[in-house]
């Protein structure tokens, strides 16, 4: 258990993002699956709109420090080789 005041303050704040961080992570897990499923299904129009607004989120999670900026590269990269792979 922490004895200083700025210690007590330092655990909370840190719960409060964990939660917020875990809510983001899991959101943009949720919108990874279902680009997939879309790419699976080969609905180009929809993984279109689908997958920039993926990566729309995946660049805010970036800014905000949920998501370090190389991770997210690198989703993007193979999400968008298969998004390529499905046009041909």
Known sequence: MAHRRSSIKKIRTDK????????VI????????KVGALI??????EVASASRDFFSRLDR????????KNRA????????????SLKK
């Open 16 to 23: 409060r993002r964990r939660i917020q961080n875990v809510r």
């Open 26 to 33: 899991s959101e943009l897990r949720t919108f990874a699956r």
């Open 40 to 45: 699976s299904e080969k609905k180009v129009a």
């Open 61 to 68: 999670a970036v800014k905000k420090g949920v998501v370090h």
């Open 73 to 84: 590269s690198r989703q993007k990269s193979r999400l968008q080789l298969k998004i390529n």
